[in-house]
């Protein structure tokens, strides 16, 4: 397979889980338990294509470009595509197309189960690297934003506008991010 980088690209992407689906002998990887690339490997188990997801648009464009992209190989012919593991698909757009397939599966999932898969809270906060996970608090995704440094019973200032006021999934969306709001939420330990 010429891209012999394409496994530690994926890998490096946050939440992404591998496995190998035996029965079709497909390397599979996964956010949040969906398939998001695949790369299918033959009897020998070399790889013959690399599957993943697009806008139909999209995919559509491209198979008219690149005689190296088909209709998804065993897969939804209208949003699955699939690249030729030995083809002339330049490196930086198969990246670029693997990225757009992870980023529309995470799409698929409500924002609330974004931040569950990406295990972050609505301002960016790792739950499982904090000191009061746990033990003294539940976790923003978890509480819909009451968390231990708030008032009891009231959410998090963060939560209500990112979350609550803005529907967004991460502050990461606003545009006025760092806001007064970010900035006086600084937690001291």
């Not at 930086?92 to 995470?106: A, I, Q, R, T």
């Amino acid at each position: 397979m010429r891209y012999t980088w394409i496994n530690d690209y994926l890998l490096q992407k946050r939440a992404v889980t591998k496995d190998l689906k035996k029965e079709w002998n497909w390397i599979r990887y996964q956010i949040g338990g969906k398939m998001f690339a695949a790369i299918c490997l033959d009897r020998d188990d070399k790889p013959y294509y690399i599957n993943l997801k697009l806008e139909p648009s999209e995919g559509d464009f491209l198979r008219n470009q690149y005689p190296d992209i088909i209709p998804g190989y065993y897969s939804d012919k209208m949003h699955w595509n699939s690249v030729n593991p030995d083809g002339e698909v330049p490196d930086e757009l198969l990246m670029d197309l693997l990225d757009k397939s992870y980023n529309l599966v995470l799409a698929g999932f409500s924002k609330k189960k974004q931040r569950e898969v990406l295990g972050l809270t609505c301002c960016g906060t790792e739950c499982a690297a904090c000191d009061y996970y746990k033990s003294m608090c539940k976790g923003c995704n978890e509480t819909s934003g009451k968390v231990f440094h708030t008032a009891s019973g009231q959410s998090c200032s963060i939560y209500q506008c990112c979350v609550g006021k803005n529907k967004f999934s991460t502050c990461a969306e606003c545009k006025k991010i760092p806001c007064e709001i970010w900035q006086a939420t600084n937690i001291e330990k």
